[in-house]
């Protein structure tokens, strides 16, 4: 046996080291002064209404949008633009503040998703059935279906007619607005369906949503699709659209109503769309809190993560690409756009699943994420081996521990699950092909992609201090 060149063991003097084991945070004990709680809670505060009022891609670019152009950043780009943005067909942005080092000396970018897992309604949507109009869906991203129905769902999207005009649409959240729903099963009759395999026991051709009851009043002899007629009279006056225009629109069903504040102690959220808003909130904010930063930071929101990141406006199309070569050109036309690339660094912000009590077996829970410990590092994602996977290199996440270290902003590194029981991907590796540093980082969400995700008021502010403390690093 080869003892190597070093001391024996047994030779080594032991010097008292006292972080010598690393224990865990609880933020809420880091923001435990008052000005730091009246801080959790404005920041919690602020967040629930942009989680209200954001329910799809759309609305959220909105949202950045207009907090971009209060903060000062124009569409306009030339060698004297400091803060810039830049957004693809409505539901894709980035946002890029100039840095007082040149592009050549790298980025700091924060990227996060704004699309969310929903029920989309079909191209052709409506029909009549049992005295009742209905509409056929499609879902969007990963779902558990059981958890969408027998619940109050809202529509919002688009519809564009053929002269190029957009209507928005938004049914369900106003204060007297009806809602729509997808009907559930009785108890009473599903002994036959109780006994199915959960993967079979609800069918997607059945969330079918709720659209109305009452028929027109019969003209003549015609009594057919009487209560279809009614919706598609309804649609034409409010919005003044007929049923083809549904060809040329993106409308989705999703959960109606506010996010709340849960518990007895109002210390966490509940709403929709934790995976990703609670991300794009943070970056925004921690973006727009920094007016003169060292390197050049970027925001980047994406839509179509939840399907893969495919499409003009996912992680995967080159806007992100296109749009930083525009900013070269602008603001340093001699650089290398390879050379810009490999000098970032980037958080691919998202989320994590958090240790949830009821369902501990499927965490091991020395690596998992935990509510209330601020955002998490996950350095690989994937399935099965990491399959997927970006893989982020050491050296970043020691540069990353020392930042938020110095910033004294709690944080914690986990994996999704145990190996081998499931597994995910981010945008993280759409990044690192570019050769840039990157990694996964978010707060810890339970109830992931059900229409009531819930997260820790805490985390959420931990998430945007973490984002400042990078983004001006
Ligand atoms: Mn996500
Ligand atoms: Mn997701």
Same mark, same amino acid.
């Given at each position: ?22 224990? +865990? ?15 959790? /809670? +404005? ?11 954001? %329910? ?10 207009? +907090? ?6 124009? =569409? ?16 894709? *942005? ?33 029909? =009549? ?36 005009? *957009? ?38 051709? $059945? ?9 027109? %009043? ?5 009594? %057919? ?54 991300? *794009? ?9 920094? $007016? ?28 992100? /690409? ?63 081996? %990491? *399959?997927?996977?970006?893989? +982020? ?21 986990? =994996? ?58």
């Amino acid at each position: 046996m080869n003892r190597g060149k070093g001391p024996y063991w047994s030779l080594i003097v032991i010097k008292k080291t006292p972080e010598l084991e690393h224990s +865990a945070r609880n933020c809420w004990d880091v923001y435990s002064s008052a000005a730091d709680k009246k801080a959790v /809670e +404005a920041c919690a505060v602020k967040y629930m209404d942009f989680l209200t009022r954001c %329910k799809t891609e759309r609305e959220t670019v909105d949202y950045v949008l207009a +907090a971009a152009r209060a903060g000062g950043f124009s =569409e306009t780009l030339n060698a004297k633009t400091k803060a810039y943005v830049n957004a693809q067909r409505g539901k894709t *942005v980035l946002l890029a503040r100039r840095g007082k080092k040149p592009l050549s000396e790298g980025f700091r970018l924060v990227g996060a998703h704004c699309d969310t897992p929903r029920i989309d309604l079909k191209q052709h949507p409506l029909y =009549e059935d049992t005295d009742m109009a209905l509409f056929k869906t499609h879902y969007y991203g990963g779902i558990r279906k059981h958890q969408w129905m027998a619940r109050p769902l809202a529509l919002h999207g688009v519809v564009v007619k053929k002269d190029g005009s *957009v209507v928005r649409v938004c049914v369900g959240e106003a204060a007297g607005d009806p809602v729509l729903t997808i009907t559930d099963l009785l108890p009473h009759l599903a002994y036959k369906q109780a006994e199915q395999k959960l993967a079979d026991a609800f069918e997607a051709e $059945k969330l079918n949503a709720v659209a109305g009851h009452e028929p027109v %009043k019969k003209i003549g002899d015609k009594d %057919k699709d009487r209560v279809k007629r009614h919706v598609l009279e309804l649609l034409n006056a409010r919005y003044g659209i007929t049923e083809s225009d549904l060809f040329s629109a993106e409308l989705q069903l999703v959960p109606a109503g506010p996010a709340r504040s849960v518990g007895l102690d109002s210390s966490m959220i509940g709403a929709y769309g934790h995976d990703d808003r609670s991300c *794009v909130f943070s970056a925004l904010e921690a973006l727009l809190a920094e $007016k003169q930063p060292e390197h050049t930071q970027l925001v980047l929101f994406w839509d179509k993560e939840e399907i893969g990141s495919e499409g003009a406006t996912g992680a995967q199309s080159l806007f992100f /690409e296109y749009a930083l070569q525009d900013i070269l050109d602008a603001w340093e036309p001699k650089t290398k756009l390879s050379h810009v690339f490999a000098r970032g660094m980037a958080i691919s912000a998202d989320v994590n699943a958090a240790m949830d009590p009821d369902y501990a077996d499927v965490y091991e829970k020395l690596n998992a994420a935990y509510m209330g410990q601020g955002p998490c590092f996950n350095k690989f994602t994937g399935h099965r081996g %990491k *399959v997927g996977a970006n893989d +982020a290199h050491p050296e970043f996440v020691a540069y990353l521990r020392n930042i938020l270290d110095a910033a004294n902003v709690p944080w914690h590194m986990a =994996e999704l699950g145990k190996v081998d029981i499931g597994g995910g991907g981010t945008v993280a590796k759409f990044l690192a092909v570019y050769g840039m540093d990157v990694i996964d980082m978010g707060p810890a969400v339970l109830s992931m992609h059900s229409p009531f995700e819930v997260l820790s008021k805490v985390d959420v502010h931990a998430t945007v201090e973490a984002l400042r403390a990078f983004l001006k690093s």
